[in-house]
């Protein structure tokens, strides 16, 4: 569209709206903002956390214990319930605070032309015909079209993925792909040099950010794997709990002939005693430790259900810039006739030096490598601006590549301010994916320079000079060849090649105006200098995480923007493929078919020139191949494939708003070590969680022991242990030793271990084995010797085990305390599966240490104070009583450590 029928269509002009147009057309097509999905009311938030299954199992058990005449336990219970939604619903809020405190939806200000002179304005109050001014480092705050520009070059990576800048212009021309039409600018992207005016043609969710924006949040919430596990965790726990008060009730009325009301009472009590009332607080307390853990290491969990799911992992597909590389443009080589240089150290910073052989050179001895570094220097619009505080990254302000050039100069010992002054700029030809080159002109007194850089195919033909050990003479094939030759050697790497060239243009017959000089008088005749090699050099501590992910069978996909010969050569130097992976290009991936892509996924495969939009096919492939997904991504169109993934993955720094709204995770330094770490944590949390599962369900064995002696001795041995002081053990001295376990941390070779399979449950058969035929079968003998202890202290076997009374009280309480103290030694025994706990730290987890001296502590106030003992059927025991039962924890984790000793062993040969 012309010009004149922009200023027509939206009815404005040069010089833009009036404040009476403009207060018009925002009631019109409203605020100029991207709507954030619909978030749940905070009502729903909050009562989400009391109705999930394993939560109204609780209210129900609640219900049966104040049925059952235990109002106290009923009401132990729900406070448990009510304790916990609290804490759930506390966690979750405080991360959406965190997440939001990193959106920043579209920049705040714009400057704009109104009532014909220029006006600063909030971005959400820019209406489509709105011109405003574009400079250097601005984001675009609305899709426009360009009416006047200079040398305006936009980073549109947040739409397309790409982080090569694309030159934007008044005149059209439409590039390959989407976005590409040259005369205009899209809401969320960057300029990175230059300056335009432009057009306000559409805003807000009219934009295309905005159109991909709401594409993305028509998608549904799907429960986690942690959501779907726990209510399968609830529906076994239910159903073994009923199974075991059947039994017990029919038990009750045909072996002990008790009444059907008393024996429902004490079935509904074995019932509640078997539901795990601290399974919920420790989920949830698992999860929030995972989640304060992994903050620490730069990675913001949204949901605490996605803590576990990032274990379940089994792929990564990883972008490459910024994430696996520092996203910092390093130039390593120097390419000229006469030699061939180093450069070291990496980033923005002057960390580095040029070298020859291996050795620092005098750069004033070098006369070509000078001219390379002058005209590198003065063919430059970036900045590159020291960081603000330490930690930080330095800014630039213009292009990646210039950036490495002004690098390159300052390890050189330039001084650029001087350098620019020496030889003022007259003119320039700005860089233009046509010519794939960009010209600036110099003069000092007579002497006019013509500074070129661009593609070695954009300048190569237009040089009919070389520069050679500081001699100019004729380019021959010859040389030609050479370069070509070079330039693929450093291709075949994944570098990077910028060609340098300059050209003497003193006499020159040029219009007196530099602004009148041409294209075709000025770019011909070049003296060709050399090549600059650079790479975006790879994180340092990216070689640790791959290897972690091999280790722990986790395959990375790399599916990136770049070129094919860049994406294989860092994959492969990285360690993320072999040589033999298979490389697919964007254009080759929209002609493959599903069945293709499908078996192509199940080997070493790259993604190169892929666009973000096509992300979401790979993701949803790869889960159709029943892999857990986790994708990473900064741009809007990367936001459908981040809320597809099982973990979408957002970065904190670079990513766009739309991007971190539909992650579930955001990484604050943009580092793939950071999901790697992340990773570590949620498998921390599943592990943990059955620790827990071990722990609590070990305690129920000892519990119904002395209920089946007493069921089918047909009461001729008295219970053993009431129902009330069962669940003194489980919502009393197991809570806290419980909750402990579900903060341990990550158990030695947790990342050596392949990702556990979606079939796999929480609760197994190897658990239940443990709990029931190990653990929890040496505790019921414990205890029960504990109560035949107390008896043959007062006439047993030679009177009748005592029924009621003091003695009775006693031995009751002997058989509880030896349940206690056989839990302390679980309590340390779960902290790992096969590793030494000495291996650890037997004091590492001050939580687990705090809730045993807190049950020694709440058992030493059950036994000695007069109204808990009438409470709880107890009465106190002597001294050699207790050191009987401080003897008991000592061999049961000597015991599990020979085990476990054994296992080690068995699993190393």
Known sequence: MDIKDVYKYFDTKESGLSSEQAAGLLKKFGPNTIQRNKKQSQVKAFLKNFTSLMAILLWISGFIAIFAQMVELGIAIWAVNVINGIFSYWQEHQAQKATNSLLKML????????????KQINSEDLVPGDVF?????????????????TSLQVDESALTGESVLVSKQVEYSHGVGRFAESNLVFAGTVAGSGTATAVAVATGMHSEFGKIAK??????????PLEVELNHLTRQLSLIAILIGAIFFVAAIF???YPIAKSFIFALGMIVAFIPEGLLPTVTLSLAQGVTRMAKKHALVKDLNSVETLGETTVICSDKTGTLTQNQMTINHLWLASHEYTVNGEGYVNNGHIQLDGKDIDISKQPDLQILLRVATLNNDTKVEAPKTDGDNPKIIGTPTEAALIILSEKAGINLEEETKKFPRIGALPFDSD???MSTFHKVADKTTICVKGSLDGILPISKTILDNGKIRPITDADKEQINQADKKYAAQGLRSLAIAYRDASDANLPDDPKDWTIEETEQHLTFVGLTIMADPPRPEIFEAVHKCHEASIRIIMVTGDSSLTAKSIAVKIGINTDKARVITGDELAEMHTADLKEALKGEVIFARVAPEQKYRIVTTLQSNGEIVASTGDGVNDAPALKKADIGVAMGVTGTDVAKDAADMILTDDNFASIVAAI???????????KFLLYILNSNMPEAAPSILFLFSRGLIPLPLTVMQILTVDLGTDMLPALGLGAEQSEPGIMKQPPRLRTAHLLNRGIILKAFAWYGMVASVISTIGYFFVNSQHGWPNVALAASGSVYQEATTMTLAAIVFCQIAAAINCRTKDSSVFSIGLFSNRRIWGGIIFEVILLTLLIYVPFLQGLFNTAPIDWHDWLLLFCIPIPLVLIEEGRKLFMRKRIRA
């Not at 921390?684 to 059955?690: D, K, R």
């Open 107 to 118: 920049p705040t200000y714009a400057q704009v032309l109104r009532d014909g002179k220029p």
């Open 133 to 149: 001014i574009i400079q250097a480092g601005n984001s675009i705050s609305a899709d426009a079209r360009i009416i006047q520009s």
């Open 215 to 224: 594409l993305t949040q028509s998608q549904k919430h799907h429960a986690s």
């Open 255 to 257: 072996f002990v002939h």
């Open 435 to 437: 010519r794939k080159r």
């Open 680 to 690: 570590e944590e949620g498998r921390t949390v599943y592990s943990n969680l059955q």
